[in-house]
């Protein structure tokens, strides 16, 4: 299968210690524009304190998606995929908007 090649524009903030990995996005009050979270290590999110939902891409050791969800809705949680690593948590629209699919190899640069 040919693996397609994806690069992400916006700036991806990291997110690799408890505390960071636990708030996430949470109490922002306005959407995420043109910016992302990548939490390292993540296998599952939660949008619980969430006011606005986002697109969530589960990446493997190699960024390559293991699962997508378009839309998270706030007050949701997913369930833990074992094959992930990490987790890129984009605006809501950016799945389609890239034509990011599992599969997909990611890139992106990290902001830390």
């Not at 708030?23 to 939490?39: A, S, T, V, Y």
């Not at 589960?58 to 997913?78: D, F, G, S």
């Amino acid at each position: 299968m040919n693996k397609k090649n994806i690069t992400i524009p916006f700036q991806i903030n990291m997110a690799d210690s408890f505390f960071t990995r636990l708030r996430g996005l949470m109490f922002r009050k306005d959407p995420i524009k043109n910016e992302g979270l990548l939490i390292i290590p993540c296998n599952a999110v939660h949008m619980f304190f969430m006011k606005f939902p986002i697109d969530v891409v589960l990446l493997n050791k190699q960024n390559e998606v293991v699962k997508v969800y378009h839309n998270l809705q706030p007050w949701r949680a997913t369930k833990p995929v074992k094959a992930a690593y990490s987790t890129l948590e984009l605006p809501a629209g950016s799945i389609n908007q890239f034509g990011i699919h599992i599969g997909s190899i990611i890139h992106c640069s990290i902001y830390c």
